[in-house]
């Protein structure tokens, strides 16, 4: 799996954040589990952890509502 090594997502730009800056943000923090959850899902489902890669797959779809739920500035 890979790790960010502490990179939030930026805009065209802007200085890196830190990991205390993505965490204080709640979208944000949402798009980085996003990012790393679909490579954790399918690693279990190829360890044969199907239970594991479904739970996995439930806080993906919650993590993707909370970035929606950002998207329009709300």
Do not use: C, F, N, Y
């Amino acid at each position: 799996m890979r790790h960010r090594q502490g990179r939030g997502r930026t805009a065209q730009g802007a200085e890196p954040q830190s990991p205390a800056e993505v965490l204080a943000d709640p979208i944000e923090s949402a798009r980085a589990i996003g990012d790393v959850l679909p490579d954790a899902i399918a690693q279990a489902e190829a360890a044969g952890l199907s239970i594991i890669a479904q739970h996995l797959g439930k806080a993906l779809d919650l993590a993707r509502r909370i970035v929606a739920s950002g998207a329009g500035g709300g």
